[in-house]
């Protein structure tokens, strides 16, 4: 029995689906498609999904919003788990707000601002999850997740149990956490805000979205910054500077309003991003030495 047989006999089969295309669940709207895909509610069926996967021997990823994800053309091998809407439950206790992994960072902040609690207004216009949020350690104007986390619920991928880790254990820094060094999914976590003024919370929040609409090309898909800030410098900065604004291949261009984006103004490949991604790094190491670093997470065959 293949994996996808499996799937429909244990699980919700309306969540299960054969040959989806990644571009439908990325920012950049690229991608070849996952063999296996499904979205889980609770999980149960994270857990059913993944033994079922590791029966089979089959290799499995998982997504949150695709907002920092560029998936190759070729598509995704074995199974594509997505933490989503169906898996994005919030509460608020004092003024600890939990969310479910595949809760939006915009309906977290929102959450926050309800119940008027500061700390979380930098990722009301992050595009992300939660748990994909996590993986990232997301951030923007000053404020990152690290500086309001509290903890969280993972599952290890060896045992498939679940487990409470602190905030130091997430280990998170610029961009980066324990999730990435790989056999931990993140189902769940808290944040720590502070009591404050809803009214004020919500205008902090839409100056800082005002701002990211002037400054960002929000009107083409993308997955925000391509590339890492580095030490002591501004990707976008070093890429305007070597005069790469504009450039493209095929549908693919550094974005003329924001350097550091590159955005599919349409009909753009996969392999036209990353083409694009390597000239912009050898034109920047040419011109001022430094070699950047992808921000985006590059997954999938070619
Ligand atoms: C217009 C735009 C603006 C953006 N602005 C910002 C910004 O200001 N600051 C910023 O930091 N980022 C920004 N981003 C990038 C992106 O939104 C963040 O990196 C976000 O945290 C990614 O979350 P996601 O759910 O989309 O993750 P995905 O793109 O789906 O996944 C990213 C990585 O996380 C892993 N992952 C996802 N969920 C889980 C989970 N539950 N457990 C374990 N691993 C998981 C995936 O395997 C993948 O490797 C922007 C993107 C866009 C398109």
């Known amino acids: 029995m293949s994996l996808y047989e499996t799937l429909i006999n244990r699980l919700p089969g309306e969540r299960v689906r054969r040959d989806e295309p990644m571009s439908r669940h990325t920012s950049f709207k690229v991608g070849g498609c996952a063999d296996v895909y499904f979205e889980p509610a609770n999980a149960g069926e994270l857990k059913c999904a993944l033994r079922a996967a590791k029966e089979a021997g089959t290799p499995f990823t998982v997504i949150g919003n695709g907002s920092n994800l560029l998936v190759r053309d070729g598509g ?11 898996f994005s439950a919030i509460s608020a206790e004092g003024c600890v707000i939990s969310a479910q992994a595949g809760a939006t960072l915009g309906r977290l902040a929102l959450a926050a601002q309800e119940n008027a609690l500061t700390g979380l207004e930098f990722a009301s216009g992050i595009p992300g ?12 104007y000053d404020g990152s997740l690290s500086d309001v986390c509290a903890g969280a619920k993972l599952m290890d991928l ?10 130091e254990e997430l280990k998170l820094g610029y961009r980066t956490s324990v999730l990435q060094y790989g056999g931990l999914i993140c189902l769940e976590a808290s944040f720590r805000l502070a009591q404050g003024d809803r009214d004020q919370i919500r205008a902090k929040m839409d100056e800082l979205n005002r701002r990211r609409r002037d400054k960002q090309p929000l009107s083409y898909p993308s997955a925000g910054s391509t590339f890492k800030r580095p030490e002591g410098n501004f990707a976008g900065a070093l890429i305007e500077k070597a005069g790469l604004k504009g450039l493209s291949v095929g549908g693919a261009q550094v ?8 955005i599919n103004t349409g009909g753009a490949t996969a392999g036209d991003i990353l083409k694009l991604i390597d000239l912009v790094r050898a034109r920047v190491y040419e011109m001022s030495g430094v070699m950047l670093e992808p921000e985006v997470r590059i997954t999938g065959e070619d």
């Open 255 to 262: 974005s003329e309003k924001h350097a550091g984006f590159i």
């Open 129 to 140: 999850t939660v748990g994909g949020g996590l993986f990232m350690n997301a951030g923007a």
């Open 158 to 167: 060896g045992t498939l149990e679940q487990r409470d880790v602190t905030a």
């Open 76 to 86: 995704i091998r074995g199974l594509v788990i997505r933490l989503g809407d169906s």
